[in-house]
């Protein structure tokens, strides 16, 4: 079982920029991928970047390439996704999920674990 809880969200301006947080419970967590996620008022959930098991291996939507960089401290379990030149278009709820293989990685339902969201507003 992981237990996964997100933090850093918060109300920010264009341009600017946030570092999300994605803290897990479990003693085999290091052996999960982890993806981030965010879904929009009356859209679909969207996939935003994923991180292997080792930290090695990162895979970003297009739309966020050259934006946002995940990252993972598994000392800490905990996994990041920090986003810059934020616009009013990332405004949403971010997600973080686990899942136990590399493929599929934009495809939120093959990811068994997720945690509650945390809200990202950006202000024009």
């Known amino acids: 079982q992981v237990q996964m809880v997100e933090s850093g969200g918060g109300l920010v301006q264009a341009g600017g920029s946030l570092r999300l947080s994605c803290a897990a419970s479990?003693?085999?967590?290091?052996?999960?991928?982890v993806g981030w996620f965010r879904q929009a008022p009356g859209k679909e959930r969207e996939f935003q970047a994923a991180?292997?098991?080792?930290?090695?291996?990162?895979y970003y939507a297009d739309s966020v390439k050259g934006r946002f960089t995940i990252s993972r401290e598994d000392a800490q379990k905990t996994v990041y996704l920090q986003m810059h030149s934020l616009t009013p278009e990332d405004t949403a709820v971010y997600y973080c999920a686990a899942k136990g293989s590399w493929d599929n990685l934009a495809s939120s339902q093959q990811y068994r674990y997720w945690g509650q969201g945390t809200q990202v507003t950006v202000s024009s």
């Open positions: 991180i292997s098991w080792s930290g090695v291996s990162t």
């Open positions: 479990g003693r085999t967590f290091s052996n999960y991928v």
